[in-house]
């Protein structure tokens, strides 16, 4: 199977040097081992986590003396087909993705493995992939939730914002419902999903905290969509009886965090940026023929807090 690997790389650097992915011919069986043209595929690029996510890539592959070409699917699977199909053609030797949806970019993924391409996914799973570079989403839910209810004083109705149904998302809202087991006064009364971003956070909350006025407590699960919630916090006047929690560790998030009175008192992180100069450090062990051991690598996500947010390093 390495051999496969091998010549199938080694056909990619032969479409790169001579500039046409037409004139693929058989070619030696000799390693290659240099990436030095990387496609990264994020998901939504109004959400600034994927910005982040794109200066990871920048910084290495600036580390490794090859290029990184960054298309946006707007959450769209058929626009994760096409640009997978684009960086097929245009030879990259890595693609590094964000999966809209984790079993139907498949297909796409399988015929860029067929092309010789190294495929690793972060931020949430992609079936097909080499490996998966992603933040422990249960351990952040988890932290997260445990940090809301415990400043809740272990007591109240709490709302969900709930988001698209990619297993990262799924991982973090489930984290939240376990922890939620240990506190048998907390009950969660309601659960929406947005759209991940601020603007459906702030209506999906809205509509909630009509049907359920007695709210005190609010988890996002991520930080675009708690922030929204924060606004409708604020515009519903109970800025000052409801708690907001999210997860991501966003400069957004670090400065609602030092703002004050506002109802968000903490988030998990992640690191979107470490996760792409792993998946590349990953592409260039595989191309060398050590893939790793374990498939999914997770990275430990911490809380963020108004007493810790100084020393936070953020993005």
Known sequence: ????????????????????VFAVQPAAAEDAKKIEKIGLMVQDMSN??????????????????ATVNTQDAQLDLANQNTQIDAFI????????????DEAGIEPAIVRAKEAGVIVIAVDTPAKGADAVIMTNAVQAG???????????????????VDGTPIQTIIDRIAGCKAVAKNYPGIKIVGQQASKNDRASGLAVTTDMLTANPD???IFGMNDPSALGAVLAVEQAGKAGRIKVTGVDGSPEAVDELKRDGSPFIGTATQNPAEMVRQAVKVAEAIA????????????????????????????
């Open 1 to 20: 199977m390495q051999y496969k690997t091998n010549v199938r790389l080694a056909i990619t650097a032969s479409v790169i040097a001579i500039g046409s």
């Open 215 to 217: 709210v005190t407590g």
């Open 288 to 315: 060398a023929g050590k893939p790793p051991a374990d498939k999914t690598i997770l990275i430990e996500s911490v809380l963020v807090d108004r007493q810790n947010v100084a020393q936070y390093t953020g993005w």
């Open 142 to 160: 988890e932290r997260s939730c445990d940090y809301l209810f415990t400043q809740m004083g272990g007591k109240g109705e709490v709302l969900l």
């Open 89 to 100: 053609q245009q030879g990259v030797n890595l693609i590094v993705i964000s999966a809209v």
């Open 48 to 65: 600034p986590f994927f910005s982040a996510m794109t200066k990871g890539a920048e910084d290495a592959a600036r580390a490794i003396g």
